[in-house]
Every structure is written in C-alpha cells, then in structure tokens.
C-alpha cells in the first residue's frame, strides 16, 4: 500500500513542498527513511513508532519505506514526524487516504503521540497557501502564527488522536483568533523616562530614530551606553503590518519566536563582541540567518565596537550597504535580508578615560584602539555622540522625557520623509544616496555657508559632508521645517562623527 | 648648496655604527660625547671585534654612490663647512656633519638663517588637550610674526606646533631623527606630506634610515642647536623633551616652559623648568618677547568674543567655566539642541575645537 502526505521543509526563509512517500511491503518488519534526511528526521523513526503504538494506534509490522521528496533536497529536524506517522496511518488504512489530500501536515511528535512546537511555521503557512492546499494542519502552539497566512484553514491540534479525527472528516477545532491589530498594544520596551542625565545623547537617539540614522555612542565604562540603546526601540514607529510579517517568518526560522501570532516589537539584537562572522551575517551547512538578520527592521546593537573582530566587523558591510546579506552553499545562493538600524557603542580609549588626565593609555593601545574603529563600518555612521557620567544633581533631577512624546516627534518626522520620498524607493532619510540628497535636501543660504566653511577648514570629507546633510534633513524634519537651516546644519556638525579618530594622538 | 666627501663619509660612518651606539649608550650626554668624537676615535670606541671590517668600509666609502642614493630619494645634503649651514647650529661641538633636506633646498636658508629667529616648540607625545591647544596657539603665534618653529614630528604637541605654523603658512622647520625621507612616526604621513610641501624636513641620518632609540637625544641637539629659544610645553619627568631643554641650556641659548597644573603628573618636568629658572610662557606673545625683544612684534590677537552674538557669548563662557561637555551644559534634550548647535557654530568660528571624548577646548 501506498500513501502520499503532503509536508513542508525549511529552506533558507522560505519553506518547499515535500512528499512523503510511505510504502508499506510484506516482509521482515523495517522502518527506512530516504530522501536526504539528516540525523533529526531518522531520528523520527523511534519517536513516530512509539507516538503510534501510544496513541492506541498499529504499528505496521511490515516492511516500512518512506521517502521525502523531492530527494535532492536536504532535509534537517523534527518537522516531518507528523506527515510520517499520517502517512502509515492512510498506507496501513487506519485512515481514509482522500482526506489527506486536502491538508499538510507539520510538527513534531512526542513519545506520547502529543504534538510539539516547530520552527518555521510561518513560512510553512506561506508556502501551503502558495501550493494551493486547503489547510494546515499544526501543533496547537503554533497555530496562531500560521494564521497569519489569509485563505488557508489553519487546524491547531495537540495530539496524534485529534489529528485522526480531523483526516476521518471530524470538525477541525475552532480556528485560533485572528492576530491582534499591529501596534495596539503597548510596546513592553524599557522607557526613556527612566534615564536621567544624557541630554545630548537622547536628542542624538531621537534624530537617529526619526532618520533611520546609525548612531555610535563614545563614553567610558558604565555611563549608560548600553542602557540607553536599548531605549532606542521604545522610540521607533511600529512595524507595518508587513514588516511584521517579515520579522515573524525570519524569528520563526530562527526558533526565536515561540508566543504565537505577530512579532509586535522591533527586534533589538545585541551581540556579544566574540561573535563569529557566519553567526553575524549567517551561514552554516544548511544556511541559517544570523544576528543581522534578526534584526531586520529593527535594531543591531554592537557594544564595545573596538572588541570584535575585524572578520566580523567586515562581514557587516555587505549587509549594511545593501540591505541583504546573500550565502552560497554549493549551488545555491540564499538570500536573507538585512535591513537593520547600526547602533554602536565604544569607549573613547581602552580604558576609557581618553581626554581626561587619568588616561593610562599607552600610544600602542591608542593607536591599536584606532585602528579597530576605523574602515567601512564607521564610514556609516551618521551621528556620534559622546556621553559622560551623569553628574549628582542630574541623577536625582526628575525623569526628563518620555518614550510616548519622543515616539510622536519621530513619527511625525517619518511620515514627512516617506511623504517627501514617496516614489523614489527610499522611506528614511539615512538611505538617501547622493543624488537623492540633491533632489531633496534644499538648504537655505546660511545653512550652505556653514557647510562649505566647515569643508573648506578640511574637517569634513566628501563622505561626512552628504552625513552631515542627511543628519541636517532629519533634524529639519523633526522640526517640521521645509528647508534644512543653519541651525539644523550646526546641530548635525555638533554630532559629526568625523574626529573620533583624532583620539589623544592626533595633535 | 652642497656637502663635501669627507662630511658624507662620516655620516655614512654614524649610520654604519648606528646599532653599535645603540648598544654602547648610557644617557644623552653620552650619545653627544660619541658624536662629538672624531672617526678614527669614534670607531676605535665602538666598533670592537668588527674594528677591522668596519675600517674598511669606511675607507672604501664612495661619496659618487652616496648623492646617487640621495638624489634618488629627493634630498638634498649641506655639510659644515658649507654657506647655507644653519649658522646657529654650528656653533654646538658635536652638531651634524651633514643636513639632509626634505622639501625645496632653498628653503633651508629661510628658515634657518643667520637673521631669521627660530624657537623650539617641544613637549610631550601623550598630552592633554589644553597643551595640544597651547603648543597649536604658540606654533600659530610664532609663525605669523615670521620666527619659524623647530620642533621634531613627534606625536602630541610637536605636531601641534607644526599644525599651528602650517595654519598660517609657516615658517617650521621639522628635524626627524630617522632620515629625512621617512616619515616618522608613520601616523603623521599626512603632516610630513604638507610640511614637505611647504616648508622643509632635514635629518643628519641618510636617506632611507630607520631610527634607533639613541637617534631620538641626538635629533634633539639638532633642534636645541637650531633655535635660540627652546619651549617645553608639557613634559613629565624623565622626558626626552627636557633633554632638549638642557641642550638648549648648555649652549647658552635661552629656555622656556608653559606652566600646567602642579597637580598633573604629565607637566611636572615641565613645572620643574620653571622652579630652576626657565622662562614662563604663557603664549605666543610672551614667546615673542623673549625671542625677539619686549613690543618688537604682536601676536595675531585671538578672535574677540565680544562680536558673538550674546547666546553664544553666554555659551562660550559657560565652556571657559569649565563646562566643557554637552552633558554638562544641557539638562534636556531640548537644551541639547541648542547646544549641540552652538557649540558646532563656535567651531566653526574658531572660538572651540572638539577634543577628546567629546570635550570642548578654547582656541588660543
């Protein structure tokens, strides 16, 4: 007897159509599973004979072939356990064969024959509707998140007896509530009004949130760099509805995503400094999204810049200049995107105390510290602000600006720039390429002077002085001025990143 | 302009000898002593076993294959017993044989000329930010009333005088103790760039010739010898900048420092000058006084706060106040801004410079 079960396999973001193939022959009893599995899915043989034999089901007692196809397709996990046990159950006929048709089937059995959570739901949802297929049939965890998918029955069941009942044309269970509206509820993000002191650094943090601006933040230890980075996400404007979706697909992957329904928040990722590049960018045998990734639309926080290593630091720059970050394994590229806000904290010197007297620095370690900052990374960053201990008094003061008020200006300042970008494929001000920035930033007469009075003394290069304008545009729509005036070029000069180079060497 | 054989012979003799001085040194008195010796003398002090091979080289030494190397390199070389000698410089017992010269050769007359007034601007590689804006404003200061600024490349406030006088044009003289073709140290490519370009680099070392630790005391005779002044800026005890001061001394030329705080360890060589005498320097004005004669010139005047607008004039106080950081002037992101614009207009003017970690310096 032959039975076909329709099941799906994670592959990059995306997930691709699977048969599983049971055949069931007279013979000495054997259970075999072909069709490129790794040593999860022939794992699954123990765990879909006991779920079986639990479940007051038969076990065949007949010689077992299934096959996964198609078979050059490598297949990782736990995630066909249940289209394999489906799949003896119609072969050996305890269940109608026609139903199955109708369905695929995704997740992973326990001993018992309950079902458990699986990564990558989403995409499979995506790619069950994408096959035309009628429903889903998922562990009951992760039926919200399939249901995100629009015209595609989604059947949450807990165990291996509910999904029988489905497949002999029971009732499916109620389908889950649809996901709550985006951005109803309350982000759960720590709040600005918690920090005191930092004024600078929280104007800087409000012109990086409402430009999309990569921000770098230099202080010595323990003055709250961290702390305030972690703020920046209590400050940004909800994700779309579709950027939502996307975040979910990529977290689910990751087996990051474990509550169900939409990823409300934008994700911040802080890695630590000892990172390899692959676990930055992604990569693996079967190639798997790393931090930048899970950032998406969100926030890639890198704490003590100078520590990591430049591999890695070098692996960023494709993703940081083009949004996506491509892997080849073999003979195929898989693609994950990458568009991720860079915050980045470093200390002004190894120890930390640069500037100051008490700075124990050698030039070697200066010079070692320079070095690290240097190249492609801190060419994009657009803002840098230096941060320096709260004073007694400021600590004690009152809490001084809320996330709900600063998330306000820089929705405004945002809907402003995708009003003005509409069109050009843009939507913030931190992607204006340079032939945008002429198009769209008009500066007033003084504002131009201050500009080329700066560029001419040799402060700014070619490439801080399009920063500077972008900064300068942002800070204009913060305001809600059309024009980008001189105060708003000199409040972007005041946060230039361009002489954090100029450590205690430089004369 | 020229160097005779005899002149190039022995300078190839020191860079030959060079690792030996390196081993066989006590202290800078001691390096001045062996470069005061003659070349047999110097030889039979230092070369040991290699006496012999040593000699020899020396005597088969070709002066032809030697300007062949130097005109490769783009210097040019003038001896002691040459015109355009710097005449100050040779007046010191053990001063180089040969200069070689980085930049335009005729230059070299200009800066340091019989009639032209030169002050050393010295002082510490790790300095504070206050001492780099006062080694900036003396080398600025200086050289806009024509005395050019000799001091050595070195990081911290040797390239902040050097920056300075490049602010206005010059006159700055720079001696390297590698060869005047290499840079050193390589971080400061770029000044030794402009400095090539407009005014001139000379080193007593051959072309192409890395430096020993010695080499350092002895460019520091070199620029002792040059100026009539020497200015110690900040120096902590045991800095190579106060060996410059006693070279100074010992020639008879006149010495200064710039007072720092008694608490900073970084100026307590420099404090210590002035408890045994030297000059006290507060700017370039004082420097000129001293250098040229009371009222004979006036340092540029620094630009006047009273034409700022009053905002800014308020903020500039506050920063001279010692208030110096954006954290510090602003209580609320509101604030911030203005600041933070302030401050960039500020520099932009030339009343602030951003320093390190983020704190604010007043220009001289």
Redesign the interface.
């Known amino acids: 007897m032959l039975a076909r079960v329709t099941t799906f396999a994670i592959d990059g973001l995306a997930s691709r159509r699977v048969t599983v193939e049971v055949d069931l022959r007279r013979g000495l009893p054997a259970f075999t599973i072909v069709g490129r599995a790794d040593a999860a899915v022939r794992e699954s043989r123990e765990r879909v004979h006991a779920a079986l034999l639990n479940s007051d089901f038969a076990f065949p007692q007949r010689r077992i072939t299934v096959n996964l196809a198609p078979a050059h397709l490598r297949k990782v996990g736990p995630g066909f356990d249940l289209a394999t046990a489906c799949g003896i159950l119609a072969a050996s006929e305890q269940l109608p064969a026609t139903e199955l048709e109708c369905w695929a089937v995704f997740g992973e059995l326990s001993l018992s024959g309950e079902l458990r959570h699986c990564r990558g739901v989403l995409a499979v949802a995506e790619g069950a509707r994408r096959a035309g297929l009628a429903g889903l049939i998922v562990p009951r965890e992760c039926a919200r998140e399939a249901a995100l998918v629009d015209g595609l029955a989604v059947a949450g069941v807990a165990s291996l007896p509910e999904v029988a009942a489905i497949l002999r044309g029971g009732r499916p269970p109620e389908p889950p509530p649809a996901a709550p509206s985006n951005g109803a509820e309350a982000a759960e993000a720590p709040d600005l009004a918690d920090v005191r002191?930092?004024?600078?650094?929280?104007?800087a943090l409000?012109i990086a949130a409402a430009g999309a601006h990569n921000l770098l933040l230099?202080?010595?230890p323990g003055t709250g760099k961290t702390m305030l980075a972690r703020r920046l996400v209590s400050v940004l404007p909800p994700l779309s509805r579709e950027e939502a979706v996307t975040v979910t697909r990529i977290h689910s992957v990751a087996g990051l995503h474990t509550g169900g329904g939409l990823v409300q928040q934008r994700p911040l990722r802080a890695p630590h400094h000892t990172i390899s590049p692959p676990g930055l960018v992604g990569g693996g045998t079967l190639p798997s999204p790393g931090e930048a990734s899970l950032a998406h639309h969100g926030i890639l926080f890198l704490d003590e810049l100078s520590e990591f290593s430049r591999s890695s630091l070098e692996a960023l720059r494709q993703p940081l200049e083009d949004g996506v970050v491509a892997i080849v394994r073999g003979q195929r590229t898989i693609v994950f995107p990458t568009r991720f806000q860079l915050i980045a904290s470093t200390n002004?010197?190894p120890c930390g105390?640069?500037?100051?007297?008490r700075c124990r620095c050698s030039?070697g370690d200066l010079?070692r510290h320079r070095r690290k900052l240097s190249g492609p990374l801190l060419d994009r960053m657009d803002l840098l602000?230096?941060?320096?201990r709260?004073?007694a008094e400021?600590l004690a003061?009152v809490a001084?600006?809320a996330s709900a008020d600063v998330r306000a200006a820089v929705h405004a300042a945002r809907e402003r720039q995708a009003a003005r970008l509409a069109g050009t494929g843009v939507a913030t001000n931190a992607e204006l390429t340079p032939r945008l920035l002429r198009e769209h930033v008009r500066a007033d007469a003084r504002a131009h002077a201050?500009l080329q009075?700066?560029y001419a003394?040799g402060e700014l290069s070619a490439r801080g002085h399009g920063r500077i304008l972008r900064v300068a545009r942002t800070i204009a729509d913060l305001e809600g001025s059309a024009r980008v005036r001189a105060?708003?070029v000199?409040?972007?000069?005041?946060?230039r990143q361009e002489?954090v180079l100029?450590?205690?060497?430089?004369? | 302009m020229s160097a005779c054989d005899g002149c190039l012979r022995r300078t190839a003799l020191v860079a030959r000898l060079a690792p030996h001085v390196e081993r066989a040194r006590r202290d800078h008195r001691h390096i001045c002593e062996l470069l005061a010796l003659s070349d047999d003398r110097l030889l039979a002090a230092l070369a040991g076993d290699r006496r012999a091979v040593l000699e020899r080289l020396h005597e088969r030494f070709d002066p032809g294959v030697e300007r062949a190397r130097l005109l490769q390199a783009g210097l040019h070389a003038v001896c002691r017993h040459d015109a355009d000698y710097p005449p100050r410089l040779e007046q010191a017992a053990d001063a180089p044989a040969v200069l070689h010269v980085a930049g335009d050769p005729a230059r070299l007359a200009a800066l340091a000329g019989e009639d032209v007034p030169a002050v050393a601007v010295v002082g510490a590689r790790r300095a504070g930010h206050d001492g780099l804006e006062v080694a900036r404003g003396l080398g600025r200061g200086l050289a806009a009333a024509g005395v050019t600024v000799v001091s050595g490349m070195a990081l911290g406030i040797d390239s902040a005088a050097h920056a300075g006088a490049l602010e206005v044009g010059g006159p700055t003289l720079t001696v390297l103790a590698s060869g005047a073709d290499v840079p050193y140290p390589p971080s400061k490519r770029s000044l030794y760039r402009a400095l090539v370009r407009t005014q001139a680099v000379i080193s007593e070392m051959p072309a192409g010739f890395r430096p020993f630790k010695w080499c350092f005391p002895a460019r520091n005779r070199t620029i002792a010898g040059l100026a009539s002044l020497t200015i110690v800026v900040e120096a902590a005890e045991r800095s190579g900048s106060l060996i410059t001061a006693e070279l100074a001394q010992e020639l008879g030329r006149a010495v200064g420092a710039v007072p720092g705080s008694v608490l900073a360890p970084r100026a307590a060589g420099s404090n210590a000058l002035l408890r045994d005498g030297a000059l006290v320097i507060r700017h370039a004005q004082d420097a000129l006084d001293e250098a040229l004669g009371i009222g004979v010139a006036t340092a540029l005047p620094g630009r006047d706060p009273g034409e700022l607008a009053p905002p800014l004039r308020a903020l500039l106080a506050r920063v001279e106040d010692g208030r110096d950081t954006v954290s510090a002037l602003a209580e609320t992101p509101a604030e911030a801004q203005q600041v933070l614009a302030g401050l960039a207009e500020l520099e932009l003017l030339g009343f602030l410079r951003r320093g390190p970690g983020g704190r604010y310096v007043r220009r001289v």
């Open positions: 002191g930092h004024a600078g650094a929280i104007r409000t230099s202080g010595p002004p010197c105390l640069a500037g100051s007297p030039d010079a602000v230096y941060m320096q709260p004073t400021q003061a001084g600006t201050a009075r700066s003394d105060a708003h000199n409040e972007a000069l005041g946060l002489d100029e450590g205690a060497l430089a004369a």
